[in-house]
C-alpha cells in the first residue's frame, strides 16, 4: 500500500475547497476532489495533479458510489476535508420572513451532508494510522460571536440558515470528535473567514481575503505532525464556541 496520504475534499472544485485542495497537493498529498459537476471536479483534479469523483452530498448513492470509488483506487482515506456548503442566499432568510424551504436545502448540505459523507467514509478512514476530519465552518456558527454585542456578527445581518447550520455542524464535531477519539480519528472545526470567492460574490460581498488565506488554517490541520481534536480554530487560534 503507497505511504502518500489519500485526501478527499468536497466541493474542491472552486472557492476555498480548491485552494484546500491544492494546498494539500503542495504537500504531497493525492487529492481526488470531490464536486456536483463532473467535468468541474476533473478540471480542478487536473489543475493539481489529482483525481475527482462525482460526488453530491445530499445524495445517498452518490455519496455511496463515490467511497466504493476510492476505496477501489487507494483502500483507505487519510484526511476527509468536508467543505460542500451552500449559504441559502439572503432572501426570505430573516426572522419574521423565513422561507422554510431554504432552511431545508442549507442543512441538507452543511449539516446531513457532513453526517452522510463522515459516516459512508469511516471505514476507509479507519484504516489509516491516524486519519484527520477537518470540517469547514464559519464564524458566523460561533454562539459566543453572534451574542457578544461588541461583536461585528451582532449586530450584521446574517441569514438564519447558514449560521445556525454552521453552529449545528460545531456541536457535531465535537460528538464525532468524541466518538472516534478511540479509533485515533481527529475532528475539528475551522473558520476560514469570508474569502473573495464565488460564494462571497452570491451573496454581494466584496473582500480582499483570499481564498488561499481561508483554506490556510484547513491545510494545516490536515498536514500538521500532531492535531488537536474536538476544536473550533481560526488563523488566530480557537474559536469560542
Keep these: 500500500m503507497s505511504t502518500t496520504k489519500i485526501a478527499l475534499v468536497t466541493g474542491g472544485n472552486r472557492g476555498i475547497g480548491a485552494a484546500i485542495a491544492q494546498g494539500l497537493a503542495g504537500h504531497g498529498m493525492t487529492v481526488v476532489v470531490g464536486a456536483r459537476d463532473a467535468s468541474a471536479g476533473e478540471e480542478a ?15 445517498d448513492a452518490s455519496v455511496r458510489d463515490a467511497a466504493a470509488r ?9 484526511v476527509l476535508v468536508n467543505n460542500a456548503g451552500i449559504s441559502g442566499g439572503l432572501d426570505h432568510q430573516v426572522v419574521g420572513d423565513i422561507d422554510m ?3 431545508r436545502a442549507v442543512y441538507e448540505t452543511n449539516l446531513f451532508g457532513v453526517f452522510r459523507v463522515t459516516e459512508a467514509f469511516l471505514p476507509l478512514l479507519r484504516r489509516s494510522a491516524p486519519a484527520r476530519i477537518v470540517n469547514i465552518s464559519s464564524g458566523t456558527g460561533s454562539l459566543s460571536w453572534q451574542s457578544d454585542p461588541a461583536h461585528k456578527y451582532a449586530s450584521s445581518r446574517i441569514a438564519v440558515a447558514y449560521p445556525s447550520s454552521k453552529a449545528a455542524l460545531n456541536m457535531l464535531t ?16 475551522i473558520a476560514p473567514g469570508a474569502c473573495g470567492t464565488d460564494f462571497a460574490t452570491g451573496l454581494g460581498l466584496t473582500l480582499e481575503r483570499t481564498a488561499e488565506q ?3 488554517i484547513a491545510v494545516h490541520l490536515a498536514t500538521a505532525p500532531e492535531s488537536p481534536t474536538g476544536s473550533f480554530l481560526e488563523d488566530a487560534g480557537t474559536v469560542p464556541w
Excluded: C, F, Q
Excluded at 174 to 189: E, F, Q
Design 45 to 59: 483534479a487536473h489543475r493539481i495533479g489529482g483525481r475527482s469523483v462525482p460526488l453530491d452530498v445530499t445524495d
Design 70 to 78: 476510492i476505496e477501489g483506487w487507494y483502500g483507505r482515506l487519510d
Design 101 to 103: 424551504a431554504v432552511v
Design 174 to 189: 465535537v460528538m464525532y470528535a468524541k466518538g472516534l477519539a478511540a479509533d485515533g480519528i481527529s475532528v475539528n472545526a
Design 214 to 216: 481561508g483554506a490556510a
